[in-house]
Every structure is written in structure tokens, then in C-alpha cells.
T-cell receptor, first 110, second 114 residues
Framework: DAKTTQPTSMDCAEGRAANLPCNHS???????VYWYRQIHSQGPQYIIH???NNETNEMASLIITEDRKSSTLILPHATLRDTAVYYC???????????FGAGTQVVVTP | EPEVTQTPSHQVTQMGQEVILRCVPI?????FYWYRQILGQKVEFLVS????????KSEIFDDQFSVERPDGSNFTLKIRSTKLEDSAMYFC????????????FGPGTRLTVT
């Protein structure tokens, strides 16, 4: 897997956009970037993934830089329920093993 | 919306006992996984399972661990002789195809070994 680097924590005000950065400078050309999150003690939850184009779904948007060395997950209108640890993962394993790092602890405050 | 289910939600067992953790993956999914998370630590991969056999396992997944898909719906993790250090949350996950790594996780089983 490509090594990913994320900030340890960040705060966000409820209703505002949360922008979560991830560096993955060693990512190879065919490795996707995946984002998962884990709300306290629950199972991780898939959010979104992308290769080189920006992606959007009902949960979030993913912006990947042109050189693919970094990406940003955007939660457009953060709610208290978005408080979680967010993981950026670039798996290269053909069987799908996910290697979770420490992630970014996001706290959404009222 | 289909979801992965796990039973029991909490299992307490004595050291040396065997435990079986059960999972029902999403019905049309083909790849199955077990992960664990010791309290306060990262989520760790244990094993992946495809086409009725283990496709990959981690160093944690030693001879004390085994997995099985006994029928078309259940996926189980067995720990033969539990140790104190096996106390953790165990998550089952499944994914549909080999082209996307969208994995769907269950709510977990909290295993406490005393």
C-alpha cells in the first residue's frame, strides 16, 4: 500500500464544510484512494474512492490533485454525527486487505 | 439497505476456551474479511476469504485462528484457545467484486477474555 499521511485531529463547526487532507506521494498509477470513517466503536464505514478524477456521492466529495500525490475529502455541511476518525487508504493488495493507520479524528462542534 | 450483521455483540469467555464469532455478509458479496481492533489501537487486518478459501492472512492469524463459510450465508471466525490478548472488537467485512475495494463492515463483536 502507498503510505498515507493525515493530520492527527481537526475540529469543524456544525454546518460548515470539513476539508480533510491526505498525502500519498508514493502512490502508484493504478492505486485508488479510499476513504473510510469509524464512528466511536462502530465498524468502519466506506465513504468514497477515486483514482484521478474528482468524485462526489451523497456523503462527500473527493478532490485528487493532478499529480495524485495528495487528496482532500470534503464533507460539505458537517453535522454532529460526522464526528469520527477518518481514514485515507491507498490499498495495493489484490485481495483487498485494508491497512488502517491512525487516521484523522474529526470533532464537529455545535 | 443490505448490511453485514454479526453475532454476538459481546462475548465473554475464559482464557483457554474456544469461541466462534459469526457474521452474515451481504448476500451477493464474494470477498470476506475479518479485522480486529484492540481498545485504543488501530483496526488490524486478520484474514481475507474468497472462493471458499483463505486468500491472505496476517501474522496475527496464527494456528489458533480459523475461518469457515459453512453455508451460503454465514462466515465464522474461530479462536481455538483464547488468550487475554485476544480481547478486542472483531469486525467482519464483505465486498462485492474484485474491481472495487468498497468494503462493508459489520457492527463488531466485542470479545472479552478473562
Amino acid at each position: 500500500d502507498a503510505k498515507t499521511t493525515q493530520p492527527t485531529s481537526m475540529d469543524c463547526a456544525e454546518g460548515r464544510a470539513a476539508n480533510l487532507p491526505c498525502n500519498h506521494s508514493t502512490i502508484s498509477g493504478n492505486e485508488y484512494v479510499y476513504w473510510y470513517r469509524q464512528i466511536h466503536s462502530q465498524g468502519p464505514q466506506y465513504i468514497i474512492h477515486g483514482l484521478k478524477n474528482n468524485e462526489t456521492n451523497e456523503m462527500a466529495s473527493l478532490i485528487i490533485t493532478e499529480d495524485r500525490k495528495s487528496s482532500t475529502l470534503i464533507l460539505p455541511h458537517a453535522t454532529l454525527r460526522d464526528t469520527a476518525v477518518y481514514y485515507c487508504i491507498a490499498p495495493s493488495d489484490s485481495w483487498g486487505k485494508l491497512q488502517f493507520g491512525a487516521g484523522t479524528q474529526v470533532v464537529v462542534t455545535p | 439497505e443490505p448490511e453485514v450483521t454479526q453475532t454476538p455483540s459481546h462475548q465473554v469467555t475464559q482464557m483457554g476456551q474456544e469461541v466462534i464469532l459469526r457474521c452474515v455478509p451481504i448476500s451477493n458479496h464474494l470477498y470476506f474479511y475479518w479485522y480486529r481492533q484492540i481498545l485504543g489501537q488501530k483496526v488490524e487486518f486478520l484474514v481475507s476469504f474468497y472462493n471458499n478459501e483463505i486468500s491472505e492472512k496476517s501474522e496475527i492469524f496464527d494456528d489458533q485462528f480459523s475461518v469457515e463459510r459453512p453455508d451460503g450465508s454465514n462466515f465464522t471466525l474461530k479462536i481455538r484457545s483464547t488468550k487475554l490478548e485476544d480481547s478486542a472488537m472483531y469486525f467482519c467485512a464483505s465486498r462485492k467484486s474484485g474491481t472495487s475495494n468498497e468494503q462493508y463492515f459489520g457492527p463488531g463483536t466485542r470479545l472479552t477474555v478473562t
